[in-house]
């Protein structure tokens, strides 16, 4: 029996999707047009934002612009992008200096300066599209450890960095260790740093981009949800079938923003994008006097609580409750390696919760944040979603290997925020005018080719647990 490949009905809800918008189960129209310039498969922000970008990128030439129709599986914004932690956190230091191993430090450089760049990219089209409601907030992301010996280690890679000459590594303020837990707020921290980060509401940006679609796009755009995609079959001709239950459209590019998914239409992609699923909580104080107001966090954190791999991430709403995600040191088994527990691994279940982990965020506030400890606060909403890994660690972005006028964006970890929304306005400069990656200004390692595919596909055979499973599991 094929393995099932569609995202589940039923999904657990997101504090994000409880406030929902009138386009969230949209159809432009009651039946599926027959045919279309382009289909985008998935509607999150990967699909959304290169819609998007289609529509804007190129406004000088918008008479011959293309006719664009996105189909969504089940509501817009119902994956990953709707149930993240709603961190905007570029990487200036995680998975740098492995890039700097395995590419060279060139190669890792465009990396980090390409999600530094977002934080700019994003405010401006938050600000071009007026869309105001999604929260966005500029602050500064609080990195805090609770084992001297690990702190100690990425001390040094940031100082190793720094020697070589990464002008992003100036963003990073370290804290006198003397005084990380008082300027951290974390009880117990050893060493804590910061740097420039955000967040947002996910599915209100998404949602406000999707207004401007209408928008820009017209009757150009034909946007259908709950319209899962079952196949994609090309018979030579400049046509490809796109086949769905409620029947089949005709295009001449199709690209696949499924993310997670993405195995199920691309079987070439299933050693390279491997589902997993992560936990997020909301946690609330009472507001009935109950217990004492807690301190507002101005900062977004990451907390990395013991010597493992795992990290907690966390944002702090405008009204101070608290969204938080992670826990991955409880259910990834290290030990195990990382297919040790279905529980997550391969799973593409998001209705319901990692067993293993539910009662993580419960009381979190109160064993590690200073002044938190008589406030009541508690779990107020518990969610999964799906992470599409990429084996070895960098997202898949351009034209498909042997699969010509087919494209992808997918494969985002658990670190979409700051890269998908510029990694999508180089992918339409691709459809749009036939350029190839090498002409975008994309970071090159996130090109997909057939060496890459190949290179993970002997990876795996060879039993090769890949680094990125342990290493970008955490956003
Ligand atoms: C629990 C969790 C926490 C995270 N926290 C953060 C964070 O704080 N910061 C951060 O930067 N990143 C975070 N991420 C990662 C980030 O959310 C993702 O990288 C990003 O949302 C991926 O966007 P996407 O559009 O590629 O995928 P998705 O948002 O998953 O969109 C893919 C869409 O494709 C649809 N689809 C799939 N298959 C089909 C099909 N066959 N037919 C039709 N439609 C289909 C799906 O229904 C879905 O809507 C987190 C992810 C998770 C799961």
Redesign the pocket.
Known sequence: MPKP???VPNSTLPFWLTDRSPLDQIRSTPDLPLESDIII????????SLAYHLLTSDPSSSSEAPTITI????S??????????????PDTYSLIPLYINRYGLDAAREVAEFELSHIKAIQDVIRTEAIDDCDFLLTQNMNVFLDQERGNATKEAIEALRKTGCGFVDDIFQIPDRDAESISGVKGAKTAFSFTAGSIW?YKFIMGLLRSILKHGGDRVNIQTT????SVTSDGSIWHTIA?PRGTVKAKKVVY??????F??LPEYEPAIIPA????AHIVSPTDGKGKRPPFLSQTYILRPDSSDGAD?M?VRPDGSIII?GAHQIHTFPEKGPEGNSEWYGNID?ASLIESTKDYFEGYMQRYFVGWEDTGAVVEGL??????YSADSAPHIGAIPSRPTQFI??G?????????FLSTKGLAQMILHDKSFDDTDLPRIYKSSAERLDAIKRGREGGDILQSVTVSSS?
């Open positions: 490949f569609l995202p498969i998935g509607a999150g922000y990967a699909g959304i189909l969504e599986a089940r817009i914004c119902s994956g990953a992008t709707g149930r993240n932690g709603g961190h905007v956190r996910p319209t899962p995609v079952t769905t923003t499924t993310n997670a998914y993405t199920g239409l699923k992560g936990m997020v991430y944002i995600g998001d969610w999964t979603g799906i992470m599409g964006a997918a985002f970890n658990g670190h979409g925020m700051p890269v998908i956003e």
